[in-house]
Protein backbone atom coordinates (compact mmCIF):
# COMPACT_ATOMS: atom_id res chain seq x y z
CA UNK A 1 0.00 0.00 0.00
CA UNK A 2 1.26 3.42 -1.15
CA UNK A 3 1.91 5.85 1.94
CA UNK A 4 -0.16 8.76 0.66
CA UNK A 5 -2.75 7.63 -1.76
CA UNK A 6 -4.67 10.18 -4.26
CA UNK A 7 -7.28 9.19 -7.13
CA UNK A 8 -5.00 10.31 -10.37
CA UNK A 9 -8.17 11.35 -12.09
CA UNK A 10 -8.23 13.08 -13.99
CA UNK A 11 -11.19 14.81 -13.06
CA UNK A 12 -13.04 17.17 -15.33
CA UNK A 13 -15.39 19.48 -14.65
CA UNK A 14 -17.10 22.66 -16.38
CA UNK A 15 -16.22 26.19 -15.44
CA UNK A 16 -17.99 27.22 -11.99
CA UNK A 17 -17.81 23.56 -10.75
CA UNK A 18 -17.27 22.67 -6.93
CA UNK A 19 -14.81 20.20 -6.67
CA UNK A 20 -13.58 17.87 -4.18
CA UNK A 21 -10.32 16.07 -3.90
CA UNK A 22 -9.27 13.26 -1.38
CA UNK A 23 -5.98 11.79 -0.01
CA UNK A 24 -5.19 9.09 1.99
CA UNK A 25 -2.30 8.39 4.39
CA UNK A 26 -0.83 5.53 5.82
CA UNK A 27 1.86 6.98 8.62
CA UNK A 28 -0.18 7.54 11.85
CA UNK A 29 2.41 9.80 13.15
CA UNK A 30 2.49 12.18 10.49
CA UNK A 31 2.52 15.90 11.38
CA UNK A 32 1.95 17.90 8.65
CA UNK A 33 -0.23 18.32 5.75
CA UNK A 34 0.16 20.06 2.09
CA UNK A 35 -1.28 20.23 -1.27
CA UNK A 36 1.37 21.32 -3.81
CA UNK A 37 0.09 22.25 -7.52
CA UNK A 38 1.95 21.35 -10.39
CA UNK A 39 1.47 22.55 -13.72
CA UNK A 40 2.34 20.37 -16.69
CA UNK A 41 5.80 20.05 -16.80
CA UNK A 42 6.45 22.47 -14.19
CA UNK A 43 7.85 22.46 -10.84
CA UNK A 44 5.50 21.72 -7.93
CA UNK A 45 4.75 24.52 -5.90
CA UNK A 46 3.13 24.88 -2.50
CA UNK A 47 -0.95 25.75 -2.62
CA UNK A 48 -1.67 25.35 0.69
CA UNK A 49 -1.00 23.97 4.50
CA UNK A 50 -3.69 21.62 6.06
CA UNK A 51 -4.39 22.74 9.60
CA UNK A 52 -6.47 20.27 11.81
CA UNK A 53 -8.84 22.60 11.95
CA UNK A 54 -9.13 23.13 8.31
CA UNK A 55 -8.46 26.18 6.58
CA UNK A 56 -9.70 28.44 3.92
CA UNK A 57 -7.14 30.47 0.94
CA UNK A 58 -10.25 32.06 -1.15
CA UNK A 59 -11.81 29.37 -3.20
CA UNK A 60 -9.42 26.96 -1.82
CA UNK A 61 -10.59 24.97 1.67
CA UNK A 62 -8.62 22.23 2.82
CA UNK A 63 -9.44 19.85 5.63
CA UNK A 64 -7.58 16.96 7.70
CA UNK A 65 -9.05 14.35 9.53
CA UNK A 66 -6.61 12.10 11.84
CA UNK A 67 -9.12 9.46 12.87
CA UNK A 68 -9.48 8.64 9.28
CA UNK A 69 -6.16 9.44 7.93
CA UNK A 70 -7.27 11.64 4.95
CA UNK A 71 -6.83 14.95 3.37
CA UNK A 72 -9.41 16.74 1.77
CA UNK A 73 -8.88 20.19 -0.75
CA UNK A 74 -12.20 21.47 -1.92
CA UNK A 75 -12.20 24.27 -5.17
CA UNK A 76 -15.27 26.21 -5.44
CA UNK A 77 -16.22 28.10 -8.48
CA UNK A 78 -13.57 26.52 -10.75
CA UNK A 79 -11.32 28.55 -13.58
CA UNK A 80 -9.78 27.44 -16.53
CA UNK A 81 -6.37 28.75 -14.21
CA UNK A 82 -7.19 25.79 -12.04
CA UNK A 83 -6.14 23.29 -14.29
CA UNK A 84 -3.49 20.99 -13.05
CA UNK A 85 -2.19 18.11 -10.73
CA UNK A 86 -2.89 18.70 -7.16
CA UNK A 87 -0.52 16.58 -5.15
CA UNK A 88 -1.10 15.87 -1.52
CA UNK A 89 2.08 16.02 0.29
CA UNK A 90 2.84 14.42 4.24
CA UNK A 91 5.69 15.05 6.10
CA UNK A 92 6.53 12.29 8.93
CA UNK A 93 8.13 13.22 11.74
CA UNK A 94 9.90 10.16 12.35
CA UNK A 95 11.33 9.65 9.12
CA UNK A 96 11.52 13.38 8.74
CA UNK A 97 10.44 12.92 5.20
CA UNK A 98 8.17 14.60 2.75
CA UNK A 99 5.70 12.00 1.03
CA UNK A 100 4.21 12.91 -1.95
CA UNK A 101 1.01 11.54 -3.24
CA UNK A 102 1.22 10.40 -7.31
CA UNK A 103 -1.59 13.63 -7.85
CA UNK A 104 -5.05 14.04 -8.99
CA UNK A 105 -5.18 15.96 -12.58
CA UNK A 106 -7.96 18.66 -12.82
CA UNK A 107 -9.35 20.06 -16.12
CA UNK A 108 -11.75 22.57 -16.22
CA UNK A 109 -13.16 23.37 -19.59
CA UNK A 110 -15.21 25.88 -20.96
CA UNK B 1 15.23 36.62 -6.21
CA UNK B 2 14.70 33.72 -4.12
CA UNK B 3 14.88 30.58 -6.30
CA UNK B 4 16.26 27.01 -7.13
CA UNK B 5 18.22 26.43 -10.12
CA UNK B 6 19.05 23.33 -11.99
CA UNK B 7 21.61 22.47 -15.01
CA UNK B 8 21.16 21.00 -17.47
CA UNK B 9 17.05 21.26 -18.12
CA UNK B 10 17.53 18.89 -20.91
CA UNK B 11 19.98 15.98 -21.10
CA UNK B 12 19.81 13.34 -23.87
CA UNK B 13 22.78 10.57 -22.69
CA UNK B 14 23.93 6.86 -23.19
CA UNK B 15 24.14 4.33 -21.02
CA UNK B 16 26.99 4.59 -19.39
CA UNK B 17 28.37 7.74 -19.73
CA UNK B 18 28.69 9.82 -16.28
CA UNK B 19 26.42 13.01 -15.77
CA UNK B 20 26.43 15.62 -13.40
CA UNK B 21 23.39 17.36 -12.71
CA UNK B 22 24.15 20.67 -10.64
CA UNK B 23 21.53 22.01 -7.97
CA UNK B 24 22.11 25.46 -6.41
CA UNK B 25 19.41 27.78 -3.86
CA UNK B 26 20.14 31.03 -2.78
CA UNK B 27 17.87 30.95 0.19
CA UNK B 28 20.39 29.88 2.47
CA UNK B 29 18.45 26.32 3.66
CA UNK B 30 19.70 23.60 5.18
CA UNK B 31 17.92 21.13 3.51
CA UNK B 32 18.08 20.09 -0.02
CA UNK B 33 16.91 17.21 -1.81
CA UNK B 34 16.80 15.52 -5.20
CA UNK B 35 13.05 14.19 -6.60
CA UNK B 36 12.36 11.75 -9.54
CA UNK B 37 8.84 12.10 -10.80
CA UNK B 38 7.76 9.07 -13.17
CA UNK B 39 4.18 8.84 -14.53
CA UNK B 40 1.83 6.59 -12.61
CA UNK B 41 4.31 6.95 -9.11
CA UNK B 42 4.50 10.79 -8.28
CA UNK B 43 7.28 12.21 -6.41
CA UNK B 44 10.07 10.07 -5.38
CA UNK B 45 13.17 11.26 -3.09
CA UNK B 46 16.57 9.69 -4.17
CA UNK B 47 18.73 11.58 -1.68
CA UNK B 48 18.36 14.37 0.83
CA UNK B 49 20.34 16.29 3.19
CA UNK B 50 19.86 18.40 6.00
CA UNK B 51 23.02 20.30 6.03
CA UNK B 52 26.38 20.55 4.67
CA UNK B 53 28.64 17.00 4.68
CA UNK B 54 25.13 15.20 5.91
CA UNK B 55 23.85 13.33 3.17
CA UNK B 56 20.61 10.11 3.31
CA UNK B 57 19.36 7.71 1.40
CA UNK B 58 15.40 8.46 0.79
CA UNK B 59 13.22 5.99 -1.20
CA UNK B 60 15.30 5.47 -4.41
CA UNK B 61 18.91 5.77 -4.08
CA UNK B 62 20.11 3.03 -5.98
CA UNK B 63 22.45 4.24 -9.39
CA UNK B 64 22.84 7.75 -7.97
CA UNK B 65 25.26 9.79 -5.85
CA UNK B 66 25.37 13.26 -4.17
CA UNK B 67 27.37 15.87 -2.72
CA UNK B 68 27.18 18.79 -0.28
CA UNK B 69 30.03 20.37 0.19
CA UNK B 70 28.32 23.95 0.16
CA UNK B 71 25.24 24.96 1.86
CA UNK B 72 24.25 26.14 -1.59
CA UNK B 73 24.66 23.37 -4.09
CA UNK B 74 23.59 19.79 -3.80
CA UNK B 75 24.67 17.89 -7.19
CA UNK B 76 23.18 14.90 -8.13
CA UNK B 77 25.73 12.15 -10.09
CA UNK B 78 25.06 9.44 -11.98
CA UNK B 79 27.80 7.06 -12.55
CA UNK B 80 26.80 4.67 -14.65
CA UNK B 81 23.63 5.79 -16.21
CA UNK B 82 21.31 3.10 -17.69
CA UNK B 83 17.85 3.41 -19.37
CA UNK B 84 15.72 2.73 -16.56
CA UNK B 85 16.76 6.45 -14.71
CA UNK B 86 15.32 8.08 -17.80
CA UNK B 87 13.14 10.23 -15.54
CA UNK B 88 11.98 13.94 -14.94
CA UNK B 89 14.36 15.02 -12.05
CA UNK B 90 13.85 17.88 -9.48
CA UNK B 91 15.74 19.52 -6.79
CA UNK B 92 14.28 21.17 -3.57
CA UNK B 93 15.18 23.17 -0.85
CA UNK B 94 13.54 24.23 2.61
CA UNK B 95 14.23 25.50 6.10
CA UNK B 96 12.50 23.49 8.49
CA UNK B 97 11.37 26.33 10.89
CA UNK B 98 8.33 25.96 13.00
CA UNK B 99 6.11 23.83 10.84
CA UNK B 100 7.29 25.40 8.27
CA UNK B 101 8.12 22.39 5.81
CA UNK B 102 7.73 24.04 2.40
CA UNK B 103 9.80 22.65 -0.44
CA UNK B 104 11.02 25.09 -3.59
CA UNK B 105 11.48 23.31 -6.61
CA UNK B 106 13.54 23.64 -9.00
CA UNK B 107 12.53 24.26 -12.52
CA UNK B 108 13.33 20.46 -13.46
CA UNK B 109 15.92 18.40 -15.57
CA UNK B 110 14.71 16.27 -18.27
CA UNK B 111 16.79 13.53 -18.51
CA UNK B 112 16.77 10.33 -21.23
CA UNK B 113 19.00 7.75 -21.54
CA UNK B 114 19.28 5.66 -24.91
Known amino acids: RKEVEQDPGPFNVPEGATVAFNCTYSNSASQSFFWYRQDCRKEPKLLMSVYSSGNEDGRFTAQLNRASQYISLLIRDSKLSDSATYLCVVFSGNTGKLIFGQGTTLQVKP | EAQVTQNPRYLITVTGKKLTVTCSQN?????MSWYRQDPGLGLRQIYY???????DKGDVPEGYKVSRKEKRNFPLILESPSPNQTSLYFC?????????????FGPGTRLTVT
Open chain 2, 27 to 31: MNHEY
Open chain 2, 49 to 55: SMNVEVT
Open chain 2, 92 to 104: ASSSPRGSSYEQY
